[in-house]
Each structure stands twice: as structure tokens, then as C-alpha cells.
């Protein structure tokens, strides 16, 4: 009787290397898709931070603009016949003065001064995602930056990382500036129209002037 030859047991199949090198290489690129969907919403939601801080900014501006126009234009005229208009007046134009320049700070466009050479971008000192820091550079080396970069997935996402930090200091001193710029002109208009109404009810009463 012939004998039947039995395959081992612990002997791989020629397809099973085959198939962790695709479940790896799977892993792999579910992993970078993933790092690239998370910048992609984290910029995303940096970039819609900065425009809603930009039309608050521009509000603000606007508002306080047409304000301490109507009060130049229409109570300072008044005032030498109407001293008492003098103290709310004041507080009105001083209120949205600060909030007007508080808000233009918070609008104000920041670029960086500094001089940016190719081997400052090598060397990981600059950022060259973002335009202030590049835009001294010639269009070579920018060129040949961002090969080197989109080379080097290592660096280009600790780049990306390092701008978003950037981007978050930005609109930490946008917000800030704004919070400030909207506090003032909350607590000082009230003040102001709370001194309207006093001076009034004390001329009123004959107790003042």
C-alpha cells in the first residue's frame, strides 16, 4: 500500500506572507489618511476661527465708526448751549474710541520681519506653510524647499503641526483683543447712557448746573 505524504503543520502557505504584507501595507495607509483627515479638519476649522474673529473685528468697526461720527456730528455742537452733555458725551466717545482701536488690532494683518534663507527651512527654524516666512525667499529655493519637504513625510507633518500651533497663537490674540474690544464697549455704553439718564433726571430736578 502506498504510503500518503503529510503536509506539516506549522509549514506556511506561500500566500500568507503575501497577505500581512498587504495587511500592513493596509494599516499603513489607513494610519497617513487618517493624519491627513485630522489637518485637513484641523486647518479647516482654524481658517473658519479666524474669519468669524475677522467679522466681529470688522463689526466692531463699523459700529463704533458710525457712533463717534453721529455724536462728533450731532451732540458737540450742542454741548456749549447743554454743558451737561459734556460728562456722557465724553464717556461715549472715550468707550468706542478704545473698543474701535482694540478691534482694528484684533484685524490688524501680522508678517513676520525676518529674514528666511533655505537652510533655515532645512533646518527646521521656518515654516514655509506659511507665507510670512517664505515670502523672502526666491522662487528656487521655494521650490526646492518644498521638494525637499514633500520628500520627507516626517518633517512635513511636524511642519504642518508647527503651523498650526502658529495659526491657534493667532487667534489667541485675535480673540483676546476682541473679547476686550467687545467688554469696553459693552460696560462703557452702558455706563455712557446709564450718565445720560442721571444728568438728565438731575437737570431735571434742578439739582445740577
Not at 60 to 78: D, F, R, W
Not at 85 to 105: D, E, F, G, M
Not at 150 to 164: F, G, I, K, Q, V
Request: contains cysteine.
Amino acid at each position: 500500500m502506498a504510503k500518503t505524504s503529510k503536509k506539516p503543520e506549522n509549514q506556511e502557505s506561500p500566500d500568507e506572507p503575501d497577505s500581512k504584507e498587504e495587511s500592513g501595507k493596509k494599516k499603513l495607509g489607513a494610519r497617513r489618511r487618517g493624519v491627513s483627515d485630522m489637518f485637513r479638519t484641523s486647518y479647516r476649522t482654524h481658517v473658519e476661527l479666524s474669519a468669524i474673529a475677522d467679522n466681529k473685528s470688522n463689526m466692531m468697526i463699523s459700529i463704533n465708526g458710525i457712533i463717534i461720527s453721529i455724536t462728533i456730528a450731532a451732540i458737540s455742537p450742542k454741548i456749549d448751549s447743554n454743558p451737561w452733555l459734556l460728562l456722557p458725551t465724553s464717556i461715549l466717545l472715550i468707550t468706542c474710541t478704545i473698543a474701535l482701536i482694540y478691534s482694528i488690532l484684533a484685524a490688524r494683518p501680522r508678517v513676520s520681519n525676518e529674514d528666511v534663507t533655505l537652510d533655515d527651512v532645512r533646518a527646521n527654524r521656518s515654516n514655509l506653510l506659511y507665507f510670512g516666512n517664505f515670502f523672502k525667499l526666491s522662487r528656487d529655493d521655494y521650490v526646492t524647499g518644498m521638494e525637499e519637504l514633500m520628500a520627507d513625510s516626517e518633517r512635513l507633518y511636524d511642519t504642518m503641526a508647527r503651523d498650526l500651533h502658529g495659526l491657534g497663537i493667532v487667534l489667541e490674540k485675535k480673540f483676546r483683543l476682541l473679547r476686550i474690544a467687545y467688554n469696553v464697549f459693552m460696560w462703557g455704553l452702558a455706563l455712557s447712557v446709564s450718565s445720560f439718564i442721571l444728568v438728565y433726571f438731575l437737570i431735571s430736578s434742578g439739582g445740577f448746573f
